[in-house]
């Protein structure tokens, strides 16, 4: 699959470093994005007919970065090519059909037109139809079956191919639909939902008590002064106060120094400038020099945008308000004001049960675990459905840009914070990976569903699901003790450390074991029992040793990560880092 079939997306600008295994490729997936854009479209209102096929077509394009990702990284794998290269002349018409439909599916998707409009233009026009072509990659397949031309190709290779197959076939299934269907579909079976009642939130209301703790210190602060330049101590709480501590601490160090600057511009037009004015023009000047570089720094990235604003703001309720002055005790009262309202802000959210951005990043991976569980139902459980699989998938990849705004957030709570961000980053990057092929492996099983299989081969299979399933069981009970409201460095913490260590000091099942028995098992059943499976039942039964050989890789990786980012050293509490170290260790 060429890069210009990816929509001609850009991949997501995450602005962190994700270490890469060997044979991996960028995370492509810009569904967070996506949400956030469609969320202005809603609160806009101006398109409401629109926001039902904007999210089908969300889905659409997540689902074929999802596939091109996985196919690039299948792609990269140091196995045979003797099957791909048996399957060339097919493979080749199915991936350049896809290409094209990639193609028209992006130019009818920006071709923004009525319903009407759109449905009327594809009236006598024929969408692509991929049926004849992936029927003609399966019917070479079951050929080369037949044959006996697989004889020489190892199962590594055959399991590869298959995926790689697989993931064409998914590619093509999301694309059958043109966005002229998806739009009729969206406006004629969109049915009005009842809204559930939210749930009661006790880190949200942790988070009111703490702001009006502030304005109210603020506000004490106000009439001990007696005075009305002091006016403006009481924005700064309900301005600077974020969801987390390190954000709090970021966004009232970029307040403050664009109100300084703000208040010093104006002090220095106060004394130099506004004397010598005597028309409005000549004022309306001086605005004009102050916004222009200020609206310049405000677009010019995330981390002082915030100052930019200030200054304007500051400029203008010192040096204007409502008339000009010549005093310059009113700009220093300004500044007076946004140093004690961030003051009363820090002593509230620091001493009145604090919550760091450290601590809600051990929540969010907590949620990612379990979700990653979801996608391994136990013996016995209903299995997942293809839609169950690709929505738990979603909100896997989801998560991973409030992870990157939590740990640039948790950089200003280095003292404080009590986790290691660049291992969150790389965590997060490794969750999404895990959850991408366990949610291949469990949509393709209920996608297309095979004969009973024997008992040695279920058997082979459960097991590889439960080294898996009791691997990700250890990092969930290691998260879920590290999780705590006390503040780093008091005794609570401490113990919340303590109890994390110790789990994170459990020996790990075997992983390679079970899959190198899976592996043998499906080699042996491939002249026999399975010679009378459907291909495309077949090619995901196969396709399941790839997946899990990628899922083996990366878990290692993915707990290292997340014992580096929950373990780091403790102050107060020195050496208890070093009961995590075998943590990584497979049992023998």
């Known amino acids: 699959m060429t890069r210009s079939a990816r929509l001609r997306c850009p991949a997501i600008s995450i602005g962190a470093v994700f270490y890469l295994l060997p044979g991996e490729g960028p995370i492509s997936s810009q569904l967070a994005r996506d949400m956030?854009?469609?969320?202005?479209?809603?609160?806009?209102?101006?398109?409401?007919e629109d926001v039902a096929f904007f999210s089908l077509a969300i889905v659409v394009a997540d689902r074929a970065l999802t596939l091109t990702d996985t196919m690039d990284t299948l792609a990269r794998h140091d196995v045979g090519r003797t099957y791909r290269r048996l399957l060339a002349p097919q493979l080749t018409v199915l991936v350049a059909e896809l290409d094209a439909g990639l193609r028209a599916f992006e130019q009818t998707a920006r071709e923004h037109r009525p319903l009407t409009a759109a449905v009327a233009t594809q009236v006598?026009?024929?969408?692509?139809?991929?049926?004849?072509?992936?029927?003609?990659?399966?019917?070479?397949?079951?050929?080369?079956?037949?044959?006996?031309?697989?004889?020489?190709?190892?199962?590594?290779?055959?399991?590869?191919?298959?995926?790689?197959?697989?993931?064409?076939?998914?590619?093509?299934?999301?694309?059958?639909a043109s966005p002229a269907e998806l739009?009729?579909?969206?406006?004629?079976?969109?049915?009005?939902?009842?809204?559930?009642?939210?749930?009661?939130?006790?880190?949200?209301?942790?988070?009111?008590?703490?702001?009006?703790?502030?304005?109210?210190?603020?506000?004490?602060?106000?009439?001990?002064?007696?005075?009305?330049?002091?006016?403006?101590?009481?924005?700064?709480?309900?301005?600077?106060?974020?969801?987390?501590?390190?954000?709090?601490?970021?966004?009232?160090?970029?307040r403050?120094?664009?109100?300084?600057?703000?208040?010093?511009?104006?002090?220095?037009?106060?004394?130099?400038?506004?004397?010598?004015?005597?028309?409005?023009?000549?004022?309306?000047?001086?605005?004009?020099?102050?916004?222009?570089?200020?609206?310049?720094?405000?677009?010019?990235?995330?981390?002082?945008?915030?100052?930019?604003?200030?200054?304007?703001?500051?400029?203008?309720?010192?040096?204007?308000?409502?008339?000009p002055e010549a005093d310059v005790h009113p700009a220093l009262w300004r500044v007076y004001g946004t140093l004690l309202g961030t003051a009363a802000l820090f002593l509230a959210f620091r001493f009145v049960s604090p919550d760091y951005a450290g601590r809600q990043l051990v929540a969010r991976f907590t949620e990612i675990v379990r979700e990653m569980l979801s996608l391994l139902p136990r013996p016995g459980s209903a299995p997942l459905t293809v839609a169950q699989a690709e929505t738990v998938r979603q909100r896997i990849a989801a998560t991973l840009p409030d992870i990157l705004r939590l740990a640039d957030e948790a950089q200003a709570e280095a003292a404080t914070g009590g986790v290691d961000t660049q291992a969150a980053i790389v965590a997060g990057g490794r969750a999404v990976r895990i959850g991408y092929r366990l949610a291949a492996v469990y949509g393709e099983r209920s996608a297309n569903p095979g004969l009973p299989l024997s008992e040695s081969l279920q058997r082979a299979l459960g097991n590889v699901e439960t080294a898996v399933r009791a691997w990700l069981e250890i990092p969930l009970r290691m998260l879920e003790a590290r999780h705590t409201m006390a503040r780093p460095g008091s005794r609570g913490y401490r113990q919340a450390y303590a109890a994390a260590a110790a789990v994170a000091a459990q020996p790990r099942p075997d992983l390679a074991g079970p899959l190198s028995t899976l592996q043998l098992a499906i080699e042996a059943a491939r002249p026999i029992e399975l010679s009378d499976w459907p291909q495309a039942a077949r090619g995901a039964l196969v396709a399941e040793i790839e997946h899990f050989r990628r899922v083996v890789e990366l878990l290692p990786s993915?707990?290292?990560?997340?014992?580096?980012?929950?373990?780091?050293?403790?102050?107060?509490?020195?050496?208890v880092a070093g009961l995590a170290t075998v943590a990584t260790r497979p049992k023998r």
């Open 36 to 48: 956030q854009l469609l969320e202005r479209v809603r609160q806009e209102g101006r398109h409401r």
């Open 124 to 176: 006598g026009a024929q969408w692509s139809d991929y049926r004849a072509a992936i029927a003609a990659v399966e019917a070479r397949q079951l050929a080369l079956r037949r044959t006996g031309a697989l004889a020489r190709v190892d199962i590594a290779e055959e399991a590869n191919t298959d995926a790689f197959v697989r993931a064409l076939v998914d590619l093509a299934d999301s694309l059958h």
């Open 183 to 254: 739009r009729e579909r969206a406006t004629t079976g969109t049915a009005a939902t009842s809204i559930a009642r939210p749930r009661f939130d006790l880190y949200a209301a942790r988070y009111g008590v703490r702001v009006g703790l502030a304005t109210t210190i603020s506000y004490l602060i106000g009439i001990v002064a007696d005075t009305a330049e002091l006016f403006n101590v009481l924005w700064h709480p309900a301005f600077l106060a974020v969801s987390s501590y390190g954000a709090t601490i970021r966004r009232a160090g970029t």
């Open 256 to 323: 403050f120094a664009g109100t300084v600057i703000g208040c010093l511009v104006a002090i220095v037009a106060t004394i130099a400038v506004m004397p010598n004015i005597s028309e409005l023009p000549s004022l309306a000047l001086v605005l004009f020099a102050v916004t222009v570089p200020s609206a310049y720094v405000a677009v010019g990235g995330p981390r002082f945008s915030y100052a930019g604003v200030q200054i304007v703001v500051a400029f203008v309720v010192v040096a204007l308000a409502e008339r």
């Open 558 to 575: 993915l707990d290292e990560y997340l014992r580096q980012m929950t373990l780091t050293q403790d102050p107060g509490h020195p050496g």
